[in-house]
Structures are given as structure tokens and as C-alpha cells.
């Protein structure tokens, strides 16, 4: 089974595994799963790490090239975004606007994996992991 990371939990894996819960742990390590993270991930994280608050504190929890060199180390598989992604429909439309949650649930469905997510917006959607 392939599971495409949302962004958050591309981030946790990195920095923070105890917000990994323990089926979510067996799950990411079981040799039949197959661990992607999107570039549009590493766009997001990137976007975030470079912005920051009023009070100069980063409002991204976790650098792109920090988190894409773990996942290097971790054998993930990276996926790029195609014109094939850019163009293609979501089947079922999601209702709010993040163009990420957006792009990434229409990656998991052009390339026929599931989105690994905690998103309350997302995870109901056909394409999200319960």
C-alpha cells in the first residue's frame, strides 16, 4: 500500500514522533507500506518555514530540506507534482480552499494511494486514511 504524507505528518515523523500515535507508528513501518511525500509537502513546509510572525518566530515547524533529507534516510519515495496532477479533477471536492489538501488528495487519487492524515478537514474525504 503506498501512503502519500500530508504535510503534517510528513513534519511529525521528522520532529515530533510521540505525536505519532502507536497503530500510526506500526502502521508507517510495516513492510508492505510504502512511505511518499509529495513536493507539493516540501512547497507548503517551505512557505511556512520562510514566513514568520510579527514577533520574528518561524510560523513552519519544520525545515523542507530537513524534513525531504530524513526521508532520504528513511527510504521514503518522493513524488513530484506532474501536469497530469495540475490538471486533473478531484473526484470528490472538498470543502474548503487549500489549494494543498487540494493538490495532494488529487495526487493520491491520480496515483492511486491513500493520504495519511489527522486534518479534521480531510480525513473524512474518500481518499484520506481512516
Do not use: Y
Not at 514568520?52 to 530540506?65: E, F, I, Q, Y
Not at 489538501?101 to 489527522?118: H, I
Amino acid at each position: 500500500m503506498k501512503l502519500l504524507l500530508d504535510t503534517h505528518f510528513a513534519a511529525w515523523l521528522f520532529l515530533d514522533e510521540d505525536r505519532i500515535t502507536s497503530a500510526e507508528r506500526v502502521l508507517v513501518t510495516r513492510e508492505d507500506v510504502e512511505l511518499v511525500c509529495s513536493t507539493v509537502t516540501l512547497w507548503e513546509l517551505r512557505l511556512k518555514w520562510n514566513s514568520t510572525t510579527s514577533a520574528g518566530v518561524r510560523k513552519g515547524p519544520a525545515s523542507p530540506d530537513g524534513v525531504m533529507a530524513f526521508g532520504q534516510g528513511m527510504g521514503w519515495t518522493f513524488l513530484p507534482l506532474s501536469p497530469e496532477h495540475a490538471v486533473a479533477v478531484l473526484d470528490v471536492p472538498i470543502p474548503h480552499k487549500d489549494p494543498f489538501d487540494e493538490l495532494l488528495l488529487v495526487q493520491a487519487q491520480v496515483e492511486g494511494m491513500r493520504l495519511l492524515t489527522r486534518d479534521e478537514a480531510l480525513i473524512r474525504h474518500p481518499l484520506a486514511l481512516r
